[in-house]
């Protein structure tokens, strides 16, 4: 009878975990779309300004996703073997590659207000990076091996 409460309360605290981190993402989703107001056009370069914001979103949600799955799941093998390289270097510049993919977006939103004379410039800049890494997470999503 008490190996059946271990199990009970082993799925109930499984489920709070889930539930805590889906209630963890979709506030800090909530709170960087409220700092970033997508809907806000600016006068001068409304186009650049609303493809950063709309592409750092999407980035945001991949991430999360990425992220839980991550988290919830088995470690995938994002790194597999490969013969013809060596596998320590393949892994280091994937490593490398998924660190920056973690971080940079984050930098470009934050200091966006800081080029007053190249803000479209960069606005452009930044969109094609988000997209670059949403391409690059989206990659490591659908063919890393989830043990399910």
Known sequence: MSLFFIFVGNQLCNQMQHFL??????????IAFLW????????????????LKFSYLIYLIILFALTYKFIFYENPDIFPEEDSVSVDQIMIYKLILLSFSYVIPHLLILIRRRFQKLREKFNIFGSIINICTILYLVFIYKYSDWYI
């Not at 107001?37 to 300004?49: A, C, I, N, Q, V």
Request: proline share 8%.
């Open 21 to 30: 981190s889906i209630t963890l993402f979709l506030s800090l989703y909530i």
């Open 36 to 51: 970033l107001k997508p809907f806000r056009w600016h006068r001068k370069k409304p186009l650049s300004t609303a493809s």
